[in-house]
């Protein structure tokens, strides 16, 4: 666990950020919010690339920016994934993780990431040789996280190191970003605006707004939170569980969720390997007895831990399944008619669970 | 056929190389600094720099003359630090040249390290890069072309130059007396035929010099002009 404390203000002209809070950082924490929220800026702030940010960074007790001291970008020993990659065109791919490599600091409790182990890591020993402008768009980001992994950071910052890549090509580099926290050892902070990879890949969710964190928690804990919808916009109602495979037969996974389970078609899954789902609010429907003779094949007996009243006369329910939450969505005549309230065992009837689809699971 | 005078080819070989050197070492880090400023004196000084550019050599080499004579307060102090005179001597064409090719060294610079931009820097500086190390291993390599474009236009400029080398040189041979100045006063005396060894010879390296760079150019494209 290291902590990041940033009690810093950057004003732009038409955008000020103003961010006075410590993160802990563990594994991957996704840094969410919609476009102009001040993602990108805040990652910019923290690796020493905004001279104008006022105010104080640091990190695990060692202050990278206060108001006498600006440590440079070139001495925080972070890790940077941009946007773009950024690689440099007038070096080989080998070059460009031996420049990381060269500059990386020997010193430090960390131990430090050998050149051997990046090019494993993200399978790029067939690149070595290559030119860069002639690399995929896909090959150039996993260079780019290899070369940022290279210099040893004790932080690794990505800037939506996807987002200009397309379905087949996210779906190349997603292990590799997954695995990071745990071969290395490195915290991440992972940029970005889609929704899928936050559930696919975090642990912990910072949300931005305006320039502000307007929410820090885990991934389960955020979703659920119907009250953030307001910020989020693209992050829709719903829920996002971690669920264990139990089995695998002929395309259908059998996931524990709770002491239950659930059927879900998949192209492959690892037995007793953990996968996370999203199951959006209106996917869910509610029954007070267990429906028999139905097409739905995957009904949850929960309980109504809360009932909030949503837009358009409709109304979600959160539910406890076994200790897991679960949201519905259903209508204030259904809440009306079948008189629930809080407290009541009810039958969760999960029409769909979305597996990341559009990083095509 | 008449003989080629060597003595104003070498020098002018010279006084190129030693101009291409000196503005080499003085125009980098301007053009840097006009790249990456958000200064607003940035347009002033781009105002100045290009001067050299739309100004008559004439006016240029008067008050290079006044400035750098005995008199003058760049001319003054060089004569009490050396006790010799910056005028009409070689080290005075130096200076002269470096100011008149000025523009000619900082505007490819400057296009080629635009053209570089912050994002390799950033991303060099984020790998453990000093802003030495970048420039030397990042932005440097980056901007070659850049680099070739400020040398052989520098070079041909100067080697090309006349008005300001006769106000503030002069012609003395083997000091001052660079082809150009040899060819006018060929010219003068109507020695028609020395005027043509030296003028086609110019003509001819000239050609052979900028047919190298394109042709480079077309076999490496990092090397643009």
Known sequence: MSTLSLNVTLERPDFTLRVDQPLELAGITAVFGPSGSGKTTLLRVIAGLEREARGTVAFDGETWASASAHVPAHLRRIGYVFQDGRLFTHLSVEQNLRFALQRSATSGPRTSISFEAAVEALDLRALLPRRTPSLSGGEQQRVAIA????????????????????????????????????????????????????????????????????????????????????????????????????????????????????????????????????????????ATVRPEKLSIRNVLTSRILKIETGANLNVELLLDVDGEHLRARITGDALEELELSVGREVFALIKSVALESSLGA | ????????????????????????????????????????????????????????????????????????????????????????????????????????????????????????????????????????????????????????????????????????GGNIPGSTKVISIAIYEHVETLDYAQAHVLAAGLLLFSFIVLFSVYTLNRRMPLVRV
């Open chain 1, 147 to 286: 070369r940022a992994l290279l210099t040893s950071p004790r932080l690794m910052l990505m800037d939506e190191p996807l987002s200009s890549l397309d379905v087949a090509r996210k779906q190349e580099i997603l292990p590799h970003i997954e695995k990071l926290p745990g071969t290395f050892g490195i915290p991440v902070l992972y940029v970005t605006h889609n929704v899928d990879e936050v559930a696919r890949l975090a642990a912990d969710v910072v949300l931005l707004a305006g320039g502000r964190i307007v929410a820090h928690d885990n991934v389960a804990a955020i979703f659920e939170r119907s009250d953030l919808g307001a910020f989020t916009g693209g992050l829709e109602a719903g829920v996002v569980l971690r669920a264990q495979v139990a089995a695998f037969h002929n395309g259908t996974a059998t996931l524990r969720v709770g002491k239950q389970e659930l059927r879900v078609p998949m192209a492959a899954a690892n037995v007793g390997s953990t996968r996370p789902i999203r199951i959006h609010a209106r996917d869910v429907a509610i």
């Open chain 2, 1 to 168: 056929m008449p003989e080629l005078e060597l003595g104003p080819v070498w020098l002018s070989l010279q006084l190129a190389t030693v101009t291409v050197l000196v503005l080499l070492v003085v125009a980098t880090p301007l053009a840097w600094w006009l790249a990456f400023t958000r200064s607003r004196a940035r347009t002033i000084i781009e105002a100045v720099v290009a001067m050299p550019l739309v100004l008559p050599p004439t006016v240029l080499g008067f008050y290079m003359l006044i400035l750098l004579g005995p008199a003058g307060w760049i001319g003054g102090a060089w004569l009490s630090l050396t006790d010799t005179t910056l005028t009409f001597s070689f080290t005075g064409l130096v200076v002269a040249s470096a100011i008149y090719s000025f523009p000619f060294t900082v505007q490819p610079l400057q296009a080629a390290f635009e053209g570089v931009g912050r994002s390799p820097l950033e991303a060099a500086a984020t790998l453990g890069a000093s802003p030495l190390d970048r420039f030397w291993h990042v932005a440097s390599p980056l901007a070659l072309r850049g680099y070739v474009s400020a040398v052989v236009l520098t070079f041909a400029h100067t080697l090309g130059e006349f008005g300001v080398v006769l106000m503030v």
